[in-house]
């Protein structure tokens, strides 16, 4: 029989195929050839935003859109339903987000968003073996083990001790930590006081954990124990023993004596009388003795405009000898004993001989009196009082404001040859920037000519100056423009050595201030004023609803009837009123309850506008509201 060949074109379409891949060649370099026809290498985006958080973006096409190998894109069914769950821990069983028909879908919450530092804390130690010692077999080291709920990863910290000569700190930094060969990880469930973990070959033991931490395994259901005690580390209480020879005097163990009062200090205030001698003076010194070496310092105590060179240092620190009579009494010191000063020969009251000077110690701070106390179940004596015997300079008066500068510029001259300009208050500035009250005045004054002016009153809540502005008017005959430059304004009637100065309380409608022998009464302000003062009402009284209504109700207490028939006669509705009726009546010389200060029995006129503000509901005015308040 004659073999019969088929050509492939004649084969069908699904055979050609699975011949095709069966004769491919494998994958690996030398074997495999770039698409010459390629002109597209674009990189799909990687990167995505949810509800505001970053994520990563499962993409399922690589370089030039080209679909990448065992990658399936999710439906919109499994999106759905990822978004419905709720971030779970890495143990126990996936919660349940579906939930009856019509539920609320919880808002997406990444887990590194939903456990933001949330760190259970455990005590723990680890024995480390010491070779080679005769005094220790193995050295306890106490660490602390942080286990981050966010992503379970744990970070393992030793606190430094002083002096140890151990390299401390971040033994284990944070990561995830293996627990077995198998790929499984470290979570908190792993976690207890009592239990034995190791971490890279090294055994840790729990023993303690902080109250967080016993709380929140407790609502995860995890039973936590009893905390244990650390073992007691060799070294540390061969060191804690008393090894000194009891045989040896006490000055002559020099190190015991550095550990236990090294930085250790007693302080006493001590006098000079030098007032025997010519130009002598009494002058104050504070004595510094170092138990440490038993040597004695002693500093001078530095006044103002003491006259002085500004010398820190009157006795270096050194040992004091109790006697002295001429410098070659100290002479071979080293070859022979000197008697010095101790402790025990200090005490408030006594005089001690500071190389041939007789200083009094009159006083102690409260680290040296509880030192007397603690190590000589002695009080120190109580503190004597030392009068220098110098006069008190008497206060100078100060000179009358010249008119240069602002009034704190030319008082500092007054004070110190090199004036400093004024202290600002930072904080007050930076809370109050850009806040400004603003008023309407009219000028009080006597001449025709200045009758009717009108200014506007600005006050800087950041530095308390103020700045007085007058707009031009028409045919007024007077040049508008700024009245007053920004400046502090003393109150009439002050004294320069304590100036008062206008404050915000001072200033309200219906007000008269003076400034600078000029005469301005405030007739409105505007809205961020008004609210200002509404929202602070401890600071201004006028603009205080309760109080305003507790002084009315005083003013129209003899008049209450006839204002209340007044009130219901001016209704233009039913229970309805205007806002400037009642202004009219409250302002009437029937009522006369307003005056242009707080006045006794009478309101001011910012009074009736805060009240007005409080009771007004669309332009009306319900008198229920208003005899409520006055009744």
Request: a neutral charge; proline letters at 6%.
């Amino acid at each position: 029989n004659a073999t019969r060949f088929i050509a492939p074109s004649q084969l069908p379409a699904t055979r050609v195929a699975a011949d095709t891949d069966k004769m491919a060649l494998p994958y690996v370099p030398g074997t495999s050839f770039a698409d010459v026809t390629k002109t597209d290498f674009r990189k799909s985006q990687s990167l995505d935003y949810k509800n505001g958080y970053a994520l990563k973006k499962l993409g399922v096409r690589g370089i030039g859109g080209e679909l990448i190998p065992n990658t399936v894109a999710l439906t919109d069914s499994q999106i759905e339903s990822l978004q419905q769950q709720a971030p779970i821990l890495t143990f126990g069983p996936p919660r349940n987000a579906g939930g009856a028909s019509g539920a609320r879908t919880q808002e997406f919450v990444p887990a590194h968003v939903a456990f933001d530092k949330l760190v259970l804390r455990f005590d723990a130690y680890f024995k480390q073996t010491v070779h080679e010692s005769p005094d220790e077999q193995y050295r306890v080291r106490k660490v602390k083990i942080h286990y981050y709920v966010e992503d379970d990863s744990i970070s393992v910290v030793e606190p430094p001790v002083e002096n140890s000569g151990i390299p401390q700190g971040v033994l284990i930094k944070r990561q995830r930590l293996p627990k077995d060969s198998f790929g499984n990880f470290f979570v908190f469930t792993d976690l207890n006081v009592g239990e034995l973990v190791e971490f890279y070959g090294k055994v840790f033991k729990l023993v303690d954990c902080d109250k967080f931490t016993r709380e929140y395994l407790t609502k995860k259901g995890v039973e936590v124990r009893d905390p244990e005690h650390f073992p007691d580390d060799p070294y540390t209480v061969l060191r804690n023993k008393k090894t000194r020879n009891p045989v040896h005097a006490e000055h002559d163990d020099k190190l015991r004596k550095f550990l236990d009062n090294d930085r250790k200090v007693l302080r006493f205030y001590c006098v000079w009388d030098d007032r025997e001698s010519m130009f002598g003076e009494m002058r104050p010194f504070v004595l510094h003795y170092f138990l440490v070496d038993d040597t004695v310092e002693v500093r001078e105590v530095q006044t103002p405009n003491g006259g002085r060179d500004p010398f820190p240092v009157l006795l270096k620190r050194q040992q004091l000898p109790k006697d002295f009579s001429e410098l070659q009494s100290m002479a071979g010191t080293g070859k022979r004993s000197v008697e010095c000063y101790t402790p025990r020969d200090l005490n408030v009251g006594r005089t001690i001989n500071l190389f041939g000077r007789r200083f009094l110690l009159y006083d102690a701070d409260k680290y040296t009196r509880d030192f007397y106390q603690t190590n000589y179940a002695a009080d120190l004596a109580d503190p004597i009082t030392v009068s220098s015997g110098r006069e008190t300079p008497k206060e100078r008066p100060l000179p009358p404001y010249n008119g240069f500068g602002s009034e704190q510029d030319s008082l500092g001259s007054c004070i110190s040859l090199v004036p400093k300009p004024p202290r600002k208050d930072f904080i007050k500035m930076l809370e109050n920037e850009h806040k400004i009250l603003r008023f309407a005045a009219l000028m009080k004054s006597a001449k025709a000519e200045d009758q009717g002016r009108q200014f506007i009153v600005s006050y800087r809540l950041a530095d308390d100056m103020m700045t007085i502005y007058e707009p031009p008017q028409r045919n007024a005959g007077i040049m508008g423009g700024k009245f007053l430059e920004r400046t502090h304004v003393r109150k009439p009637g002050s004294d320069m050595s304590n100036p008062q100065y206008y404050k915000p309380s001072d200033l309200y409608i219906g007000a008269c201030i003076e400034i600078f022998c000029h005469k301005f009464v405030l007739t409105d302000a505007d809205e961020y004023a008004l609210r200002f003062m509404e929202d602070n009402c401890s600071l201004f009284p006028m603009a205080d609803v309760q109080r305003v209504a507790a002084r009315l109700r005083q003013a129209l207490l003899p008049k209450a009837e006839a204002f209340r028939a007044a009130v219901q006669a001016a209704c233009f509705a039913e229970g309805q009123l205007r806002p400037e009726a009642l202004r009219s009546l409250l302002l009437s010389e029937e009522f006369g309850v307003a005056s242009e200060g707080p006045a006794e029995g009478s309101c001011s006129h910012h009074e009736v506008l805060t009240l007005l503000r409080a009771s007004t509901v669309e332009n009306s005015v319900s008198v229920d509201t208003v005899l409520q308040l006055v009744a």
